[in-house]
């Protein structure tokens, strides 16, 4: 009687060992494994990725699971968000934008992106966007259209000038009397204002718009897909700037560079001049100079990133001195290797910008060297997606260690220690305004 549940428990365990034996087996991915942290060097033993975080950035519960304040029964007028820059400046613009309108209670028209002959861009809100899911998803936060009423519908908006405002920037007292006034008001959001002033209704239209009702089109969505499963997983992103003009805004100067490179940077530099001297590591030592492609290798080399991790190149033409990277890490996948050329040389500044985004919000891991409207977004996106192998590269710890004249094993060691304090309290993960820290 007692010998008729022997069969069933021993298919169980052979079952059980046979699972855990493929386990083991079973190549891991190389750069996300999490073996213990080394307790001494960081050199040849874990990637940043294992170290324990202390603090963790998420949605903040009043945005996602709060009770919306009814919107007003009759509006104020009309506000259109006029967008201007790179896809992500205009991004940023429009996040603003929302919440303004919800606090001034507007309605939203759909916004303009301002034709940018420097991002070499023609494409509008909707050849990006998707913007009935944009519509739909602003549902009870704020009223958007796509289409004036016929009596406003011939006008052009009355354009409230923000961004020249000096101090903090106070929407109701100085775009409230023109909004009424006109009916139809335009703007471009001003970097002064204070959301830590908006009522909460405001804070969370504003979180709704940038976070959750963003959307590509559907057509750029699949390019993004194409791209997203071209490359070989599992991948870093790597949000890499060091471009001409960045460079000669930045009014650095660099040592070794290329020819091809110094007449590139000296005809972007118009009125920019380099600081000189004790200026010029003062300013180094601020973190204002944009990492070169072969100090980000040693950078990403002191986290003990393998060098034959899977590198994905988020970033746009006239990237200089790749030679620097590419001869350390050796699995560099770019856009315009990987799409179609004819597709590829189609597209404008706006939609290759949206394919690193999608590629970027989506990787197993991200790091940039900049910490710029993309790497903002794109940061909160993982954040609000729950991924949180996100690193920001520290210019400024870089600049001051290699001031000191640590090199080699030394270099490596001091920047992995500033890195896995700057990843385990996820530092840039996310800004406050609608994520919450959680201690862990």
Known sequence: MIASPVKPLFVFVLTFSLLLVVIILSPSPHFLQIPP???????????????????EWRPCKWWLQGHLTPLPAQTNGYIRVDCYGGLNQMRRDLCDGVGIARLLNATLV??????????????????????????????GFINVVKELPKDIASKEPFRVDCSKRKGQFDYIESVLPSLLEHHYISFTPAMSQRRDRYPQYAKA?????????????????????????????????????????????????YQN????????????????????????????????????????ALMLQSLNVPTNTNIYLAAGDGLMEME?????????????????????????????????????????????????????????????KGMHNTLFLSRKAFAELASQGLGGAELKNALWEVHKNDFAIGRGFALPDCFCEFEL
């Open 205 to 253: 239209t504003l979180c709704q718009g940038c976070y959750s009702a963003l959307r590509l089109t559907s057509s750029l969505e699949k390019k993004a897909t194409e791209l997203f499963d071209a490359i070989p997983k599992p991948f870093l992103s790597l949000h890499l700037r060091f471009e001409p003009d960045m460079v000669a805004y930045s009014q650095c100067e």
């Open 110 to 139: 759909l916004p303009k992106f301002e034709v940018a002959a420097y991002w070499n861009e023609t494409s509008g809100f909707g050849d990006v966007f998707d913007v009935d899911y944009f519509i739909q998803k602003m549902n």
């Open 324 to 384: 620097g990277f590419t001869s350390v890490y050796t699995n560099v996948y770019t856009k315009s290797a990987l799409l179609n050329r004819e597709d590829f040389t189609r597209m404008h500044g706006n939609t290759k910008a949206a394919l690193d985004y999608h590629v970027s919000i989506n990787s197993d891991a991200y790091v940039a060297t900049y910490f710029g409207n993309m790497d903002k977004i794109v940061a909160a996106m993982r954040t609000y």
């Open 257 to 296: 560079l290329s020819p091809s490179s110094v007449s590139a940077i000296e005809a972007a530099r118009v009125d920019r001049k380099p600081w000189t001297g004790e200026l010029a590591q003062i300013w180094r030592k601020r973190g204002k100079c944009p990492l070169t492609p072969n100090e980000t």
């Open 37 to 55: 942290v080394p307790s001494g060097s960081s050199l040849g033993g874990s990637v940043i990725w294992s170290v324990k975080r202390t603090m």
